[in-house]
Each structure stands twice: as structure tokens, then as C-alpha cells.
């Protein structure tokens, strides 16, 4: 494996779419945290292994067994390899409309309120912080002007980083903390830097700990609550398992120091059926992680799951979710949909399972409510939101498993056909969903379709949900899919339709239905993530109105939309529930040299729409640009370019 596995994977989707298309944990324990583990608390667990002895005997019996088998040729094994090193995160929305961000000041786009998500930028107090290309940026917003401040490398001294992407960057406090994966290191790099108040960075320490590659086109790999850093990370676990172990190792005297193991054989949990049919344990650990990012050395724990390749996963306030096939490659039968549904806690209990079937499509599959109880839309096939899996998977029945959190244990129970909602297929590939309020939206994605009568076999391009019980409505809303995402108490849909892009917003305070359309043309998506768009309600209001924001682009993007290649930020004013044209903040045409040395593609994206104390921006690659709101518009009022001029090294 190497530094080029993502190009790989790239081309390999744009092929795809040619033919289809702890301890650590008790600070940040809520009220809400503690109900939830209440009413899971009572149950049973699953059993992790009583030692190495007990471990190493059943890795030589699944070897055993994978030995004897020869369901897959050498071709297709190197295939499944190849695909398999690769991984992702997430987040779904509460069980309440939430804001947009975790703090209603915040400028990322979460999921699930109160927990951050690593980001490309970030703002503590006047400071904007951006991650680009293997750099981080500071930028002082302070006396309503906007100032270049910083510019650092976010590798470690003179080490060589090719070999690593810089994805997400996560801050708290004065610590800002830079995330890649290292192919070079085979693990996760974690660079912190110390944040002073006029907005200088310095770097603080750099550490790695050993994953597979967690990368996903949709999710983010890692979260932030409080100081605590949660991480998920896949890893394949064979007979040399002391070293897929989680570790954690030091860059120190400018060399990665050795490998540290912080977990054993006692912290590797199976659900009962693995342990009664080993072929059912699966190749890979599902590790989740913390890290305290406030203490000095950083200190990591680490609760592990055996599962399958096939996988999502999803960070509540309180627990982290992994759904992962049943059985290894070596053993798995297509038409088998099998699967576990794994509870991590993240106070450092045990973590309970319960055997389930299918598999989510994304992150955004799942929902927690405040019972504990949890919501997820499942299909009957697929790769959950591991690389492109949620992109190319285009058939499977659907429906919406509703699950009380009584109901997990050792995993030796299964659901029921009771437990499962059946819901109405659709047609198309890069299939979206979001839970929005009482409601769960899903769509085919990029083939539209109309909305035809029952009795002619035809099906809608959107249908809406009732959490609560009641009938499922169809929609159409005249164009493709390619977002769903949550604005005030409504949804608002995106997609593509006769040249142009289009945005409907969906009413949802009675039955849902169609609110408004607004078409621009000659333009589609800049950035396919969920980060890239941001609503900001009107303050005092009840989110009916306000500005939306999302970067786009005005030509053809030949598959680059997924690289970051928005050249404008679109913004659209909402006034009861009409939306219409507020203007556009563009980037320069031209790019000079940035000298760039590691982390030379986009794939977080280049552009993000921010909103904060009033204030109105636009970052493009290098630029950031302020807008202001004038005589029903939003026009642009100073720009500054923070290109690095020179190598950092």
C-alpha cells in the first residue's frame, strides 16, 4: 500500500460511476449520558478475552479454517484486499431540530449537538484556523477587519510527509489538533499545536496511533467533546495481533519512537455467536478510541469489537455505534446479510451488541433519541460508509429498524421482523438520507425521477418518514439528490436538475410537503460533504428564515466536485419558507505556487460558507473573503489571499 491508495480509490469510483453512474469520559457525562446508561446498564455485556492464551487459540483456529477454504480466487482476493484497507466516521442528527453547529455560534455543520467533528476550519474567539494542504492557517477576524496572522507546517521537524494526508483539524481551547493518516507509518498522525491569543501557533507535540486507513468520502474520522478526542479506526486482525493492538508511539529526537500498545487482549470483545462459530468473528478490530488531548503526554484508552469489512458507525453524546457484517472475506456468502450492531459506551463500560440484519447506508442512517432507544434506515445490502460503498451501492430493499436500548446484551439476541419498518425502494445510485425533526428523508439520489401512481410500479425520487407512526408521503421534488440537510424546523433538498441547481426545501411542521424551489443555473455542487453547507437562522426567530450557504461551481466538474473544486460560495435568503437569490462571494480565477509538501489534494474540500457575530465569509482555497448583507444582498466587502509565499522548509 501506499501514498497513492486514494488516487486509486478515486478512479476507481469515477469508473464505477461510468457504468452506473473511560476514565477519561466522566467530565463530559450529561444528564441526558446517564439516562441512557440507566436504562442500557441493567443488561448483559458482551465478553472480551480472559487473556492471551485464550486469544491466540482461537486466531489459530479461525487460521485453520481460513486455510481449507477456497471460496475466492487469487484475483479476487487481491481485489477485496485492495478495497478493504480503507475505512470511515460519523455523526446523525438528535432526536430535536438542532442548530447548526454544537453551540449555535459555531461554524461547522454537525450532526449530533454537542459533539464537533474534524473540519478544515475552525474559529476560537476572533481567530479563524484553517487546514490546508499539510498547512495550518490563523486568520484575526478581530475589529471587523480580517488579518493573516500564522502559517505553520503541521508535520513534525524535518520528517518526510509524502506519504501522509492532512484531513481534519479539531480545536479546543488553546490546543489545536491536526489529524492524517500516515501510509508511510501505517497509523493515524496526531499533530498538536499551542494556540496563543494573538493567533501564533507552536507546535506542541506529535503522535501516531496505529489504525488502517479510516478514510470515507462522506464521514469524518474524528470527534471532539470537551477535551476528550474520539477516533475509530479499523484494523486487521490476524495472527500477528500483537500488532494490530491499538498503540500509540511518540515523534521524538526526530524519529517516530517505538510503538506502545494501550490495550490487550482483555480489552477485545466478540458477540456471543462468534464465540460459539469462530467463522463469524470477523477480519477486522473495530477500535474506538480516546484520547484526553488536555493532558501533557497525551493518554489514550481503547474499546474494541471483532467484525466484518462491511461497516458504519455513529457518535452520540454517549456511545459510539459500529454496524459491521458477520464473518471474514475468507467465509462471507453474498446473500447473507448478517450483521452486528455494536454499542461502545464512552464512560469505559463494556460494550453490548445485538445481532441485526442489513446494513445502514451512511452515518446519517442512525439516530439516538433521549431514551436511548435508536433509530436506524437500513438496506439489504451493502458496505456501509467505508470508502465509496455509500456512492456506488444502488439496489436493496429498504426499511427503518427502531430499536429500544433494553435491547442490547451479549449479541446473542437478534431483532425481529417486528423491529423493522419496510419502506418503499428507490431508484439510483449515491442513495442520501437525514433524519430531520419527527421525520426520516431518503432519496435515490442521481437519477430523478417522476412521481408516478402506486399501481404503475413506478417510485418517487424523496419519501418522508413518520418516526411516530403513521403513513410514509412521496415527493417529488423535480430533480436528482444530491443533499439532504436540516434548516430550522424544515428540510432542505439539493440536487440537479435541466442544467442547473437546484434547491427545494421540504415543510415538515404538518404533513411534509414541497415549500419552495429556487434554480440556479449553469452550476452544480462544489463539495459533496456535509461540512461544505451551513444554514444560519435569523436570531430570535424559529428558523423559518435566514441565510444558507454552500460552495459551488459553474461548469462541468468531470467527478472533481469530490476534490474540492467550488469556485464561488452561493448564498440564498430565506424568508418565510420562500427562498430566493442573495448573491455570490467568488474566488479569483488563477493559483500561484503554494509550494505545497504533503497533503496536495483537496479531499475535505477547498470552501466553506461561515457565519459568525453577525459577519458573513467565504473561504476559497487561499482566499477569505467578507461579505456584507446590503439592500437585500450579500456583497462582497474585503477579500485577503493567504497563499504561503515560500517552502516551509
Not at 496511533?209 to 470527534?223: I, K, P, Q, T, V
Not at 419519501?463 to 432542505?492: C, F, N, Q, S, T
Amino acid at each position: 500500500m501506499n501514498g497513492f491508495t486514494r488516487i486509486w480509490a478515486f478512479g476507481q469510483w469515477l469508473f464505477v460511476a461510468a457504468l452506473l453512474a473511560s476514565p477519561l469520559w466522566a467530565d463530559a457525562t450529561s444528564g441526558v449520558v446517564r439516562q441512557i446508561a440507566a436504562a442500557t446498564g441493567s443488561g448483559s455485556h458482551m465478553r472480551a478475552f480472559a487473556g492471551e492464551a485464550e486469544l491466540k487459540a482461537f486466531l489459530a483456529r479461525r487460521a485453520k479454517a481460513a486455510s481449507d477454504v477456497q471460496y475466492m480466487s487469487v484475483s479476487e482476493s487481491a481485489d477485496a484486499a485492495a478495497v478493504s484497507e480503507v475505512a470511515a466516521d460519523a455523526a446523525a442528527a438528535p432526536a430535536e431540530p438542532p442548530p447548526s453547529s454544537a453551540d449555535g455560534e459555531g461554524i461547522t455543520n454537525v450532526q449530533t449537538a454537542g459533539v464537533d467533528e474534524g473540519g478544515i476550519v475552525k474559529r476560537q474567539g476572533d481567530l479563524l484556523i484553517v487546514l490546508r494542504r499539510g498547512r495550518l492557517f490563523t486568520i484575526d477576524t478581530s475589529g471587523g477587519g480580517m488579518r493573516a496572522v500564522a502559517a505553520v507546517d503541521v508535520f513534525p521537524g524535518k520528517s518526510e510527509p509524502d506519504g501522509t494526508w492532512y484531513d481534519e483539524m479539531l480545536v479546543n481551547g488553546e490546543t489545536v489538533v491536526v489529524l492524517g493518516y500516515s501510509y508511510a507509518r501505517s497509523g493515524t498522525e496526531v499533530n498538536r499545536f499551542h494556540l496563543s491569543g494573538d493567533g501564533r501557533l507552536e507546535w506542541r507535540d506529535t503522535h501516531y496511533l496505529r489504525s488502517g486507513d479510516y478514510y470515507s468520502s462522506r464521514n469524518y474520522a474524528s470527534r471532539l467533546i470537551g477535551d476528550k478526542l474520539i477516533f475509530y479506526a479499523p484494523l486487521w486482525f490476524d495472527a500477528d495481533w500483537q500488532d494490530s493492538l491499538p498503540a500509540l508511539a511518540a515523534w521524538e529526537e526526530g524519529k517516530v519512537g517505538r510503538f506502545k500498545p494501550f490495550a490487550t487482549a482483555r480489552q477485545v470483545y466478540m458477540p456471543d455467536p462468534a464465540w460459539r462459530d469462530d467463522r463469524l468473528a470477523g477480519d477486522l478490530l473495530h477500535s474506538v478510541m480516546i484520547c484526553d488531548l488536555g493532558d501533557r503526554d497525551m493518554d489514550c484508552d481503547a474499546t474494541n469489537v471483532l467484525g466484518g469489512w462491511s461497516r458504519s458507525f455513529y457518535v452520540s453524546q454517549g456511545a459510539v455505534y459500529v454496524w459491521a457484517d458477520l464473518g471474514s472475506l475468507w467465509h462471507g456468502n453474498a446473500e447473507d446479510n448478517r450483521a452486528m450492531l455494536y454499542r461502545i459506551p464512552l464512560d469505559g463500560g463494556a460494550p453490548q451488541a445485538v445481532e441485526v440484519a442489513g446494513m445502514p447506508l451512511d452515518q446519517f442512517s442512525f439516530r439516538e433519541e433521549g431514551d436511548g432507544s435508536l433509530h436506524v434506515l437500513t438496506q439489504a445490502e451493502g458496505g456501509g460508509d467505508a470508502m465509496w460503498q455509500a456512492e456506488a451501492n444502488d439496489k436493496g430493499d429498504m426499511a427503518l429498524l427502531h430499536l429500544a436500548a433494553s435491547r442490547f446484551g451479549d449479541g446473542g439476541a437478534k431483532v425481529t421482523p417486528a423491529d423493522f419498518r419496510t419502506l418503499p425502494g428507490v431508484e439510483g445510485w449515491e442513495r442520501q438520507n437525514r433524519f430531520v425533526g419527527d421525520w426520516l428523508l431518503y432519496a435515490g439520489g442521481r437519477v430523478a425521477r417522476d412521481l408516478r401512481k402506486p399501481d404503475d410500479g413506478e417510485k418517487a425520487a424523496l419519501y418522508a418518514v413518520p418516526l411516530k407512526g403513521g403513513d410514509v408521503v412521496p415527493l417529488d421534488p423535480g430533480h436528482d439528490v444530491g443533499r439532504i440537510d436540516i434548516m430550522g424546523r424544515d428540510a432542505i433538498v439539493v440536487g440537479t436538475g435541466g442544467g442547473a441547481l437546484v434547491f427545494t426545501t421540504v415543510a415538515l411542521d404538518g404533513r411534509p410537503a414541497l415549500a419552495s424551489r429556487y434554480r440556479f443555473p449553469a452550476a452544480a455542487e462544489g463539495e459533496n460533504r456535509s461540512h461544505a453547507f451551513f444554514y444560519r437562522p435569523d436570531p430570535g426567530g424559529n428558523g423559518d428564515d435566514g441565510l444558507l450557504g454552500l460552495p459551488v461551481m459553474r461548469r462541468g466538474d468531470g467527478g472533481t466536485r469530490f476534490l474540492g473544486s467550488a469556485a464561488s460560495i452561493l448564498y440564498l435568503r430565506r424568508a418565510q419558507r420562500d427562498l430566493s437569490l442573495a448573491g455570490t462571494l467568488d474566488a479569483r480565477p488563477g493559483q500561484r505556487d503554494d509550494h505545497c509538501l504533503a497533503s496536495c489534494i483537496d479531499w475535505y474540500g477547498n470552501a466553506r460558507p461561515v457565519f459568525f457575530d453577525g459577519r458573513i465569509f467565504a473561504l476559497m482555497g487561499y482566499e477569505l473573503v467578507e461579505g456584507r448583507w446590503q439592500d437585500g444582498a450579500v456583497r462582497e466587502k474585503a477579500r485577503i489571499d493567504f497563499t504561503p509565499r515560500r517552502s516551509g522548509r
